[in-house]
């Protein structure tokens, strides 16, 4: 049986990536969801503190992934490509 989250939930490679490339740059992130309320974001960590939250779930991961990687570079964590 398929959940109102699995019908909803769409992309993924991109936040792979977005994900890879924070650890790469030796960011913080976190990833967590909420029964059927989507996936949230948090960039830090519980023993530093947290810098950004996405404030919202998410069912289209390629638009977190984007707001992610948006947020990172909005905090100057991550250098402009």
């Keep these: 049986m398929e959940s109102n989250m699995e019908s909803e939930m ?3 490679g991109r936040l792979v990536e977005v ?6 740059a030796e960011i913080n992130c ?17 023993i530093n503190g947290y810098v950004w939250d996405s404030d ?14 948006g947020a990172a570079y909005r905090l100057k964590l991550l250098d402009e490509e």
Excluded: H, M, N, P
Aim: proline share 0%; glycine share 8%; charged share 30%.
């Design 10 to 12: 769409k992309g993924s």
């Design 19 to 24: 994900i890879q490339k924070l650890y790469d």
């Design 30 to 46: 976190e990833i967590s969801t909420f029964w059927d309320l989507g996936v949230r974001a948090r960039i830090g960590d519980s």
């Design 56 to 69: 919202q779930c998410w069912f289209d991961l390629d638009a977190l992934a984007d707001e992610l990687l």
